[in-house]
Structure formats: C-alpha cells, structure tokens
C-alpha cells in the first residue's frame, strides 16, 4: 500500500521523526496532509503532558492509525486498537506496519454495551470519510457493513487478562456510540479508572456523559477538537498531572532554550476544583530570565 510521510518533532525532544500514513483520499489522511502534522495534535499533546507514560493505551475507534501511532511512539508500552471496519482496519494494519510499532495490538470489533452483531454504515453526504461509519439499527444504510460487536470489559479482559491495572488511557471516538461503549466499560472504569478521551458532538451527549462518570470519581477537565472531545480523569489523578505540566514545561525550556534562567514558580491561586474546568485551572506562572541580558 502507498503511503506519504511527515516529520514531527514530540514535546521535549530535539529529535524529529518521519511519521507514515496511507496515501489515501480519506478525510484523517487529507488532513494530515495538509497539515503536515499529526491529525487533532492540540489533544495528542495535551495527553501526552497529563497521562502518565509507560502504561496501556485503548484506542476505541482507531480509524486509520492517527492516534494510535502517537500513542505507541511517545505514550504507552502497549496500544490497543480497535476498529471493526474492514476496509478502515487494513488501513489501519498498514500504518502499524509502516511505522514499525511493535507494541500495537490490532483487533477488529466494534465495542458495544453487549456481545453479538452490528451494521455499521456511512451517513449521506459522508462519503471519503471512513471515521464517520456508524452503528445503525435498522432503517436504510449506505455501505452497510456487519461487523462483531463485544463489550469493552470483555475484549480487554481476553486480550490483556492480568495486565488490565495497566491501562492509563482510554480514546473513544465511534460516532455517536460512546454511551454505549461506557456501559460495556463498567468494570474497567470503576476497577482501574484511566484517563478517558471521549467525543460528544451535542451538548446532551456531554451532559450524558456528565451525568453518567461524575458517580465514578471522574471530573472533566478540557475540551478539544473541532468536533467536541473531551479529557474525563478520575479526581485522584488531578495533582499528578499538574506536577507532570509543571515538570515538562520546565524541562522543554530547560533543553531548547538552554539562554533562558527560571527565577521564580508562582503557584496557581485557583487552582482546578473537585468540578473540573470550570472551577479553577492547572496553570502555574513561571518567570524566566534570558541570561546575559541585562
């Protein structure tokens, strides 16, 4: 399969790397294309500054590789991508393979609040667009296409058994589907409790989402996308990554701009509250002094 490539240089390296994507005329791919750097990048590295590294990443909804790639070269020792459309898995299987991520497990299956068999199909008006196939129930469909469906409890418990507490990050993006992907989820979410990324593109879906993680501890803390995706971390997790801002801010600095000296922290006086973004935030002010500039 014909592939393009892109040079991307990660937080806090001085390194870039040649990143391989299919060379097809699809929506994430044309993107990437265009912008010559990774599709939805603001939330890949706003991630990667929150969530502890070394862990299990699950990509609900990998499409065509995008974000299982950064998850598998600068996140996790392990990735599991789920995908259940055919055509989009092959594309999927392609880009592990063209960059080499020896730590991505591959699964077909849509995740789902039960075991059994679903019809995914295109909305009108989506064709080169394969991010946006769907679970429908019944009605007509454009590209239907059957495909296995099993709890996200049950496809994780049979592909990882004890290494399930490793988990740090879960991504669900399938269009509409998350809800039902959570309530598969039950026993992961409250047992483990990793960050969550999860898609609403209404502001019922959020409210949804709202209603149904607040019982378990999670607290929402930014929004990103052009399409509304969200960051759910459990409270427990919250001055963690504030210390890991902290921490690789002053590091980025300390490696890339080796004239410049910090003079002071000013500790944030509001900072994030048990209900999330808004109430509070995680900045610290940092003072910096450029050396031999008086």
Not at 110 to 125: D, H, N, Y
Not at 160 to 188: F, S
Request: some cysteine; charged content about 20%.
């Amino acid at each position: 399969m014909q592939c393009f490539s892109f040079d991307y240089r990660p937080p806090c390296r001085r390194m870039t790397d040649s990143i391989w994507l299919p060379d097809v005329d699809d929506y994430v791919p044309n993107k990437v294309r265009k912008a010559k750097t990774f599709y939805e990048s603001d939330l890949l590295e706003h991630l990667f500054l929150c969530v502890p590294t070394g862990g299990i990443i699950v990509d609900v909804g990998a499409n065509v590789g995008n974000h299982t790639t950064f998850f598998s070269k600068y996140m996790a020792s392990l990735v599991v991508a789920i995908e259940p459309h055919p055509d989009t898995f092959r594309l999927l299987t392609s880009t592990v393979a063209q960059n080499r991520l020896a730590n991505v497990l591959c699964i077909q299956s849509a995740a789902g609040c039960a075991s059994g068999r679903a019809t995914l199909s295109l909305p009108k008006g989506f064709d080169g667009n394969t991010g946006s196939f769907c679970i429908t129930e019944g009605g007509l469909a454009q590209h239907p296409v059957e495909v296995p469906v099993d709890t996200l409890d049950a496809i994780l418990s049979e592909h990882l058994q004890d290494r399930q507490p490793q988990i740090t990050l879960i991504k669900i993006d399938v269009e509409g589907y998350e809800q039902q992907v959570l309530r598969g989820a039950r026993t992961i979410l409250r047992t483990v409790k990793p960050h969550l990324v999860i898609e609403a593109k209404s502001s019922d879906e959020l409210r949804q989402l709202i209603t149904d993680l607040t019982p378990l501890g999670y607290r929402r803390i930014g929004r990103f996308c052009a399409t509304p995706t969200y960051h759910f971390a459990p409270w427990s997790a919250v001055h963690h990554f504030r210390f890991r801002l902290r921490r690789k801010f002053t590091d980025y600095v300390a490696q890339n701009f080796k004239q410049w000296k910090l003079l002071q922290t000013i500790p944030n006086m509001y900072p994030v509250s048990r209900f999330g973004e808004s109430e509070g935030s995680f900045a610290d002010f940092y003072v910096y002094a450029k050396q031999g500039v008086s």
